[in-house]
């Protein structure tokens, strides 16, 4: 039963994406037939797969919202904005069930009495007027049983919805100087075609009028019901068409299109991943062991040393092929962790009395599976502030001469090794001024350090501990851990997040993610006799500076790289130690709270690729450390957390 829950919460979640990317195509467009199609297939193949468990509730709501959808392929009724708003509602209620179902094993009492309110709104939304023109025949009338059986062969293809239409040309078209063989060779795709005899026989020779159309033609389309229909506009009246959906009337066990997956997709339990990228991360540590050891072959035999090398060339082509698949068998669509963010979106706005717009792109880029895992709680926390911060009500937005409706998109895109995510606002924007305010006035800067903030630096403000603009703390916001959580989330995925705002025109928030996690790339470095870690996703810049370019400010340093006055700090203090007297300081030039900041490290060593753990037990309560990686050597090196350590 465990293992039927599991696969069922895996399709139905795939069914569930799946209609609403269709819903939300149907609301721009609600005559677009493919949308149609796919979200009757998808709803209701989820209906016989809710059917398996102890689900009444949603499989009568599914019902209902199937009955909407099978009216409007068949062209017997059309959707409105109306209806697809009560289809959406219906879909978000039974992701929740789902939700139930994954934590329960059962619905909650009330769910019946909810199913009966979602029937009845489906039923008051729902299209009754029949749509005009060509799409108003029914689906099952005789003449689509005949060309089901006659076309048998050109229905055997692969399953996929195909359009099959009846042109009977009036008696007079010849006159009219139509040319019904002409227009039935414009329909796109055309798979076949029948020229029968409009009454069931064709007429003996002493019978036939040539100047009279007595034909009919019946095909079958690969192409859309609406791109079908268009080589027909001239002559609406004279054509009926029906969707030839192969698969729709298969069951979750039994549709093609799923035993085709199965073939080509094999699901692994995620700790077996796991388990493949430790293992290659052991292979990397061994690897870098390999040069120091043909350096020392090179002090006695430089031929041995020679060979070595040639093996290690080798052993680094596998060990970068290898990494390049197990990145891939890690790699995993965006569009599982987003799932539930639209219908979210929908209820904090309900709550808040708001009615907002909200658009996601680029949902089927790949990124590590453990970073898309981590991604959700901070989307959460973002999404929730543009609406509830950022975007104004109504009547406030109107004033303002901005649409009643709020807009909101998530936009995902690759740059590089790298994933961007763009959350964009159209709301109220942030005031740096009352930020600078209110930073004061609650004691997280003094007034002479807010006055000096930029704009920009006054906006990162939002991202300070404990700090947050709002005048009273709600259900959703206004406790100051929001902002400062959702840094946290991001730096531990090893990301970066940035913020950009103009009064009165939105906010974007922009967050950098590596494509890949497994490995990273550090930089070993020296500092108080101890070697430690850098990721290189944390470092500008590294620079030599002469001693006396560093100038004492307060209680520090500083110095001025590229025009810009940057202040000094060393890593050894910061880690209980001492800077080793030299004439070159060496900096780390990293950024913290949007600033850039050097560290003074005493050498720098080499760059590797490995495997770097989270810190468990006592290491992860200690400030600064972001992990640690194996060396060839056999020694543990602590990787640190440089923006932490310099903020």
């Known amino acids: 039963m465990d293992e039927l829950l599991e696969q069922f919460l895996i399709e139905s979640r795939d069914l569930i994406a799946a209609a609403s990317r269709d819903f939300a195509s149907l609301a721009r467009n609600p005559h677009g037939t493919g949308s149609i ?5 998808a709803i209701h193949t989820l209906k016989g797969s809710v059917a398996i468990f102890d689900m009444g509730p949603a499989e009568q709501v599914l019902h209902a919202a199937e009955d909407i959808l099978e009216r409007a392929r068949k062209g017997t009724a ?27 094993g059962a619905l909650l009492p009330q769910a019946s009495d909810l199913a009966g309110q979602l029937v009845s709104g489906l039923t008051e939304a729902s299209p009754s007027t029949p749509a005009a023109g060509p799409i108003a025949e029914a689906a099952n009338e005789t003449w689509v049983a005949d060309l089901l059986a006659r076309e048998a062969a050109a229905l055997a293809g692969p399953n996929q919805a195909l359009t ?16 019904p063989l002409a227009v039935v060779a414009a329909v796109p795709d055309l798979l076949s075609l029948a020229i029968l005899p409009v009454q069931g026989k064709w007429p003996v020779a002493a019978d036939f009028e040539p100047f009279v159309c007595l034909s009919v033609l019946e095909g079958i389309s690969a192409a859309p019901r609406d791109r079908v229909a268009a080589a027909f506009r001239l002559m609406p009246d004279q054509v009926a068409f029906a969707v030839l959906d192969q698969s729709s009337e298969q069951t979750i066990g039994q549709n093609t299109e799923h035993e085709v997956r199965g073939n080509r997709i094999l699901r692994v339990d995620s700790e077996r991943v796991d388990a493949l990228g430790d293992a290659l991360g052991e292979l990397l540590v061994a690897l870098n062991g390999v040069a120091p050891l043909a350096d020392h072959a090179a002090t006695f035999d430089r031929s041995l040393a020679g060979k070595i090398r040639s093996v290690q060339a080798d052993l680094e082509r596998a060990a970068s092929d290898l990494r390049t698949s197990v990145n891939a068998v890690r790699a995993v669509r965006l569009e599982p962790t987003l799932r539930r963010v639209p219908r979210l979106v929908r209820e904090i706005a309900e709550s808040l009395g708001k009615t907002v717009h909200f658009e996601i792109t680029g949902q089927d880029i790949e990124i590590d599976k453990q970073i898309a895992d981590g991604l959700f709680e901070p989307l959460l926390h973002l999404v929730r502030n543009a609406i509830d911060h950022g975007i104004e009500c109504g009547n406030e937005r109107e004033a303002c001469g901005k649409p009643m409706v709020g807009r909101v998109s998530l936009d995902f895109h690759r740059e590089g090794d790298a994933v961007l995510a763009l959350l964009r606002d159209d709301g109220a924007g942030m005031d740096p001024e009352r930020i600078r305010k209110v930073a004061s006035e609650r004691g997280v800067l003094s007034p002479e350090a807010a006055e000096a903030l930029s704009d920009a630096a006054a906006i990162r403000l939002i991202f300070a501990p404990g700090f947050s603009t709002a005048e009273t703390v709600t259900e959703l916001s206004g406790r100051g851990v929001g902002m400062n959580a959702v840094e946290t989330a991001v730096e531990a995925l090893r990301g970066t997040i940035g913020v950009e705002s103009a009064l009165g025109a939105g906010t974007t928030i922009t967050m950098r993610f590596p494509a890949n996690a497994l490995t990273q790339r550090l930089l070993v470095i020296e500092a108080g006799g101890e070697r430690y870690g850098i990721s ?19 209680s520090g340093f500083a110095c001025v790289l590229h025009g810009r006055t940057v202040p000094v700090l060393s890593l050894a203090g910061l880690l209980g130690g ?8 060496k900096l780390v030039v990293t950024r913290s709270g949007g600033e850039a900041v050097a560290l003074r490290v005493d050498g720098f060593g080499e760059r590797i690729d490995t495997l770097v ?34 903020a």
Do not use: H
Not at 619 to 636: E, F, I, K, R, W
């Open 37 to 41: 199609d796919s979200a009757f297939r």
């Open 78 to 104: 059309e959707l409105d904005e109306a209806t697809v708003a009560s289809l959406v509602a219906c879909l978000d209620q039974v992701d929740r069930w789902v939700d139930e179902i994954e934590k329960a």
């Open 164 to 179: 099959a239409f009846r042109y009977t040309p009036d008696a007079d078209s010849f006159f009219r100087g139509d040319d």
């Open 536 to 554: 290189l996703d944390q470092i500008v810049e590294t620079v030599g500076v002469d001693n006396d370019r560093l100038l004492p400010v307060g």
């Open 578 to 585: 001492r800077d080793r007297d030299q004439a070159i300081a």
């Open 613 to 646: 753990r989270r810190p468990t037990g006592m290491l992860s309560s200690v400030p600064g450390v972001t992990g640690s990686a194996l060396l060839a050597d056999g020694g543990v090196l602590l990787v640190l957390d440089l923006p932490e350590l310099a």
